[in-house]
């Protein structure tokens, strides 16, 4: 068995990505950090929205911060844009289609993509439109996978905003629409600003969630430390940490907490200089024991949670217990896909198919699907590692 190829590669891959047809799973992938460039740049043209730039390999350098200007006030104004163009069906079946098959060509088998519906009223779209336009935009995706002889599910996470009110009317959005156009609905997320937005005040919505029966992650450990992700862990209680990578914070070094941009030159040195102890805290100790996974996305990452991707804790984290799966985050807003993201955490740790097969395995176990759907994408990932050769 081999993975089905369909439609060249990916955006942001090289020619010849050495993990290109290792079979994939991707977690942490939002919708509107990822449609592609000339896409954008057609819709806005089509809409009427003023870009920075119209070429789009030119948007693409913006988006990443490789061309600096305009400056803006804060990152989240680069989603604003990619969100105007979506406030229609058409534009977001199309960019929701696109994200199928960039996926699939990335060798993605399963694929959860998320977004916020309340970002795409400016039209006056009704939510449950958005939510509906969506999940017709993947599975047009999926059929055109199939029609090409590829093979891919492709499921939806609907995002509340950690920075908005309406995080509990989205749970709702979340609870009414779990189950309708052939399950495309997977669960939900908590988005948006994390530091001086804490979790605790969207307890209203994973209650909801909680009492339906409704699985979701939290973007947790990302601009904020181990209270965030405490609060997200036992008040909240999520199934997986979105990045939640500064849970190495609540490391300890010969007694000492590690800072989540030091972690990785801290423990070299202490390791060089003689026998180095590390201890974990409460929390990371929960994380680790109920083996609640974390959506790590090391590019993303690499750009201000830490500086560069050498000094990212993703290898201690796995050395230390902690079940990491391998995410691109926003594929073009880091110019990523999962083959690039996996070369470079090869060459920076060390990492060959072993330790992704486990990283494809967790997310396979991580994933919001039935327990039957989960044990049959581990069997056909499974035969697909058996096969995989460079
Ligand atoms: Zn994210």
Known sequence: MSLPSFEGSPRWSQPAEPYARFPKITLHDHL???????????????HGVTLPYTDPETMASWFTGEIAVPTIQHW?????????????????????REWVLEAAADGVLYGETRWAPEKHTLGGLPLRVAVEAVAAGLAEGEAAVAAAGGSIRARQLICGMRTSTLSYEIARLTVDTYGEWGGSVAGFDLAGGEDGFPMRHHL????????????????????????????????????????????????????????????????????AAGPAVLELGRTAQWVVDRRIPLEVCVTSNAGGVVDGIENHPIDLLRELGFTVTVNPDNRVMSKTSISAEMRKIEGEFGWGPQEFAEAELAAVEASFQSR????????TVLDLLDDFER
């Not at 914070?249 to 989540?260: A, T």
């Open 32 to 46: 509107d950090g990822s449609l592609r460039p000339e896409t954008l740049v057609e819709l806005a043209d089509a």
């Open 76 to 96: 989240d104004e680069k989603f604003g844009l990619t969100t105007r163009v979506m406030q229609d069906e058409e534009s977001i079946v199309r960019v929701a």
């Open 204 to 271: 209203e919505a994973t209650t909801l969630l909680q009492n339906e029966g409704i699985p979701y992650t939290i973007h947790t450990g990302e601009a904020d430390g181990e209270h965030s992700v405490w609060e997200t862990v036992h008040l909240a209680h999520a199934l997986r940490l979105g990045h939640g990578v500064r849970i190495i914070e609540d490391v300890f070094l010969d007694g000492r907490p590690l800072g989540v941009k030091t972690a990785v030159r801290a423990v070299e040195a202490a390791r």
């Open 372 to 379: 039957q759907e989960r044990d049959a994408l581990r069997d």
